[in-house]
């Protein structure tokens, strides 16, 4: 299911948890291989990986605001691990600090205890995530089809990471300014600038963006040949903005600031940007149909799950390291086979699984695998299955 193409593997050595969520203080020694993490509802499973997620990530996949990750009654929360890669180890840090006079929460980051900028902790460990919302990415609407790819790119690709950063401070800047043209409290002098900066990081990401679902194609159908019941799976990238399939930057470009500006008028009108990669999104096909109307229930939870094997295997290639996956409560979504299958096929490719559940046997567990059982904000780790 996920052949050892990389080098090596990234894994979490020993995570260390202050404040995060309800975790007042709180340390795990992972293992190489697969971790299962039980408990009953509402205990921190999910926190616990979204506290790996938050450190890899350099933000949590979950939360709208940083605020939101640390522990009430806390000013203060961090998430550090000591990180095993094939290049060199390192210990990475987030901390998130509240100023006690704005209430506002601010993150700062480590390597090795010192500070850098949060975007250079962007993969140096690559990470896949799966949460029990990603089951929606079929029939839901594209936010979460487009944070799937800027998940990827944001982890493979540093200028990437930069344009979707950019691209969404421009967005803010030039959405506020629209809002007062049409309130005719500001001029439109300045729109030209913002609309620029918005083009040249626009155009950039949408062809990284179909750089990486062509990637991804060969991945995702091979992953849902491979727990799916034979249907072909299918990525098709819809760009707004007037970008056609094969475009190079300059085109992109080109198409970009067409659309703005024959849809200018409409934009003051409405006070918003109207065209652009906040407004693009995946087709999910199946067997050649749209997997939004096509697809049953079964088939969307297959189709979801090759796409993040398929993410796997694409930063497996890339970077030469196998992410460390996150699973957060996929396996009561399998029936007992194919449940056996991921399992066994996580084993064989060698790369770190964390997986929440609170149904799993010991017995369907693969030699080696780690377990631990969280109730109330604590971790114990139990024997090895």
């Known amino acids: 299911m996920l052949p050892p193409v990389a080098e090596g593997a990234c894994s979490l050595e020993r995570l260390r948890i202050y404040a995060f969520r309800n975790y007042a203080e709180q340390s795990v020694e992972f293992g190489p291989g697969i971790n299962v ?9 999910t926190n616990l990986l979204e506290a790996v997620a938050t450190l890899l990530l350099t933000r949590s996949p979950r939360a709208s605001t940083s605020a939101d990750v640390v522990a009430w009654g806390s000013d203060e929360a961090l998430v550090e691990a000591r990180v095993v890669r094939p290049a060199a180890d390192r210990t990475l840090a987030i ?23 949060a975007r250079d902790l962007l993969g140096l460990c690559p990470v896949v995530l799966f949460w029990p919302e990603d089951l929606q990415l079929v029939k839901a ?11 990827v790119l ?9 344009d979707l950063l950019r ?12 809002r007062q043209i049409r309130a005719g409290s500001a001029s439109p002098a300045p729109l030209q600038g913002f609309t620029r900066e918005l083009v040249s990081s626009g155009s950039r990401i949408q062809v990284a963006r179909a750089a990486l679902v062509e990637a991804l194609i060969p991945h995702g159908r091979e992953a849902l040949a491979q727990i799916g019941g034979g249907e072909e799976l299918g990525l ?4 707004d903005g007037g970008m056609e399939r094969g475009d190079g930057l300059e085109a992109t470009e080109q198409a970009l600031a067409a659309t703005l500006r024959r849809r200018h008028e409409e934009e003051i009108a409405r006070g918003a940007t109207l065209a652009g990669p906040h407004r693009d999104d995946l087709e999910l096909l199946i067997d050649g149909r749209p997997a939004r109307s096509a697809a049953s229930q079964g088939q969307q939870r297959s189709i979801v799950l090759a796409l993040k094997l398929a993410e796997v295997r694409h930063i497996a290639a890339r970077a030469g390291v196998m992410p460390v996956l996150l699973l957060d409560d996929v396996l009561s979504e399998l029936d007992p086979g194919r449940r056996h299958d991921l399992l066994s096929g996580l084993a064989a490719a060698g790369l770190q699984t964390l997986i929440t559940s609170s149904e799993l046997l010991p017995g369907s567990l693969p030699p080696g695998t780690r377990r631990f059982e969280v109730a109330a904000g604590r971790v114990v780790a139990e024997a090895r299955a």
């Open 141 to 151: 609407g594209p936010d979460g089809r487009r944070r799937l790819l800027d998940v």
């Open 37 to 45: 993490v039980g408990g009953r509802n509402a205990q921190g499973k």
């Open 154 to 162: 944001s982890q493979l690709d540093a200028r990437a990471a930069a």
């Open 95 to 117: 901390r998130f600090r509240r100023d006690l006079g704005s209430g506002r929460v601010t993150r700062t980051a480590t390597v090795d205890g010192s500070p850098r900028p």
């Open 236 to 239: 098709h990238y819809l760009p």
């Open 167 to 178: 691209y969404r401070h421009v967005l803010e800047q030039r959405n506020s300014l629209l």
